[in-house]
C-alpha cells in the first residue's frame, strides 16, 4: 500500500526482523535501506535489534521485543534541547514525587497524561527525570537520593505474529497421446514457512484425469486417443488456512494410432476368378486418425491363388474344378507406419458335376522301442504312433530281419511279430513299410 507520511529516516542496520505497522494497522517486514515514515509504530522481534538514521542525523537503536513510535518526540530537532527539557521548576513537584514513592503510590497521580517526565522550575532544588523519548541525545550526568527503595520493573515481552501466505505459480508441460504424463507442481512453487502446506485438485481436466498428491506431485492421463491442449487448476493450503492457486496448460503431442481391417465375406462360382476392388475391401475398415486407408498386400490363398492389381483390387483364382470354403488375406497401411490384416472368407459354388481331382497325401512311420524277454516272440503294434493326412488305413506291407532274430507279419493282427534267435539277448533292429489305399509307402525302424 502506497505512504502518503513524510519520511523522516532510513534502516541503518538490522538483526533479524523488525517491522513497521502505519497507522492503517497495515503491516511491513523492514529491511537495511526501506524508509521508515512519521507516524508509524516501529516492532522488533525477540533476539533483533534495529537502526533508525534519521533526518536530522540522529540514530535510533530498539533491541529485542521494543517498540517506538516515530512522532515529533523522537525525530524533531526543533524539539526542547535536553538540558532544558531535563530541568525541574519547583520544589514542591520534587517532594510530591519523593513522598508518593516512599508511600507505594502512583505518579500517574500526580503527574500529567501527556507528559515523561518533570519540567524543571528554573531554580536551584534540583533535576526531574529525563525525558523517556529523548534518548538521542546526551545531558551532563545528574543524581537524585532518594529515602526509597529503587525497584526494577520488567519489561513485558512483546512477540510479533507475521501470517505467511503460499505462492501457486502457472505451470505447463508437454504430454503425449494415450500416455499417464507424471510431474511436480511444487518445483516452481513457494509454499509458506507456516508448516503443513497441503497440494489439491482445484479444477479437473476436461480431456483427461487428474490425480494431485499432497506432496505436489500429479499424474495426468489424457483420455484415449486424445491430442491437443488441455489443464486444470489447484491450489496450495498452509496450516493457517491461506490458499493459493495456479493453473496447469498441458500440449498432449500425437501419436499415430494403428488402423482396423475388419474382415470380410464373398462367394465366387467354380473355376471362375473373382476381383474385389480396393474401396470395397477397405469399407468396413477405419482408423482412429482418420487417415487414408491403402492395401499394401495380399497372401494367404486357401484352395486358390491371390493377385494384388496394380490399381489395388484383388482378384481370387480358385483351384480348378474346386467347390468349397475359400479364403486368402489382405493387409493395410495408413501412411503413417500403422497396419492391419484382415482375411476374406468365401464360398466357392458348384457350377459343374465334375469331381474335382484327389489329391493323396504320403502316411508317416514313426520308430518305435520295445523289449522281450530272451526266447520269447513279441507281436509289435507299430501303427499306433504312424499317421496319415488323410486319414486313411495303412497297412503294414513289408519287413526286414533283425540281426539276431527274423521277422513275420501276423495274419490277423496285421502287425509285425519279432521272433529273437535261441538264447540271445540284447539289442537288435528290424523295419517295416505301411501303405495307404493309395499307395503311398513310408518306412520306420
Do not use: C
Not at 298 to 313: E, P, R, Y
Amino acid at each position: 500500500m502506497a505512504q502518503t507520511a513524510n519520511i523522516i529516516g532510513t534502516v541503518s542496520l538490522i538483526e533479524g526482523q523488525a517491522f513497521a505497522k502505519s497507522r492503517d494497522g497495515s503491516q511491513r517486514e523492514l529491511r537495511v535501506g526501506d524508509p521508515v515514515y512519521e507516524g508509524e509504530v516501529i516492532i522488533t522481534a525477540p533476539g533483533s535489534r534495529i537502526e533508525l538514521a534519521f533526518a536530522d542525523g540522529n540514530t535510533y537503536l530498539l533491541r529485542g521485543n521494543e517498540t517506538l513510535t516515530l512522532d515529533a518526540s523522537v525525530f524533531d530537532a526543533a524539539s526542547t534541547g535536553a538540558k532544558e527539557a531535563a530541568l525541574l521548576t519547583g520544589d514542591d513537584e520534587l517532594k510530591s514525587i519523593a513522598r508518593a514513592i516512599a508511600e507505594g503510590n502512583s505518579l500517574d497521580q500526580l503527574l500529567e497524561e501527556t507528559a515523561a517526565g518533570l519540567t524543571g522550575s528554573g531554580g536551584d532544588s534540583g533535576h526531574s527525570f529525563v525525558q523517556l523519548a529523548r534518548v538521542l541525545e546526551v545531558v551532563d550526568p545528574l543524581s537524585f537520593k532518594f529515602d526509597s527503595t529503587v525497584q526494577t520493573l520488567a519489561t513485558e515481552p512483546q512477540s510479533v505474529s507475521v501470517n505467511d501466505v503460499p505462492t501457486a505459480v502457472n505451470d505447463s508441460f508437454q504430454g503425449t497421446e494415450d500416455t499417464p504424463l507424471n510431474g511436480s507442481l511444487a518445483a516452481n512453487d513457494t509454499p509458506s514457512r507456516d508448516s503443513g502446506n497441503i497440494w489439491s485438485l482445484e479444477t479437473g481436466a476436461e480431456h483427461g484425469v487428474v490425480v494431485v498428491r499432497p506432496d505436489g506431485s500429479f499424474v495426468y492421463t489424457p483420455n484415449a486417443n486424445y491430442n491437443g491442449q488441455d489443464g486444470f487448476s489447484y491450489r496450495i493450503t498452509d496450516a493457517n488456512g491461506d490458499v493459493s492457486t495456479a493453473t496447469v496448460t498441458i500440449d498432449v503431442a500425437s501419436v499415430n494410432d494403428e488402423p482396423l481391417a475388419r474382415n470380410d465375406l464373398g462367394s465366387m462360382k467354380q473355376d471362375t476368378p473373382l476381383s474385389f476392388s480396393a474401396g470395397t475391401l477397405l469399407g468396413n475398415d477405419s482408423d482412429p486418425d482418420g487417415d487414408a486407408l491403402t492395401i499394401t498386400s495380399a497372401d494367404g490363398g486357401v484352395h486358390g491363388q491371390v493377385v494384388l492389381n496394380g490399381d489395388g483390387s484383388i482378384t481370387f483364382i480358385p483351384e480348378a474344378g474346386y467347390y468349397g470354403p475359400a479364403s486368402f488375406n489382405y493387409s493395410i497401411t495408413d501412411g503413417h507406419g500403422g497396419t492391419s490384416t484382415a482375411t476374406v472368407n468365401l464360398t466357392v459354388d458348384q457350377t459343374s458335376k465334375t469331381t474335382p481331382p484327389v489329391v493323396n497325401h504320403a502316411p508317416t512311420a514313426n520308430p518305435d522301442v520295445l523289449s522281450t524277454n530272451e526266447d520269447t516272440p513279441i507281436t509289435i503294434a507299430v501303427r499306433g504312433n504312424d499317421t496319415d493326412p488323410d486319414g486313411d488305413i495303412l497297412t503294414v506291407t513289408a519287413v526286414t530281419n533283425g540281426a539276431n532274430g527274423s521277422v513275420t507279419i501276423d495274419p490277423v493282427s496285421g502287425n509285425p511279430v519279432y521272433t529273437p534267435d535261441a538264447n540271445w539277448h540284447g539289442t537288435d533292429t528290424f523295419s517295416y513299410t505301411i501303405t495307404d489305399p493309395s499307395g503311398a509307402t513310408s518306412t520306420a525302424t
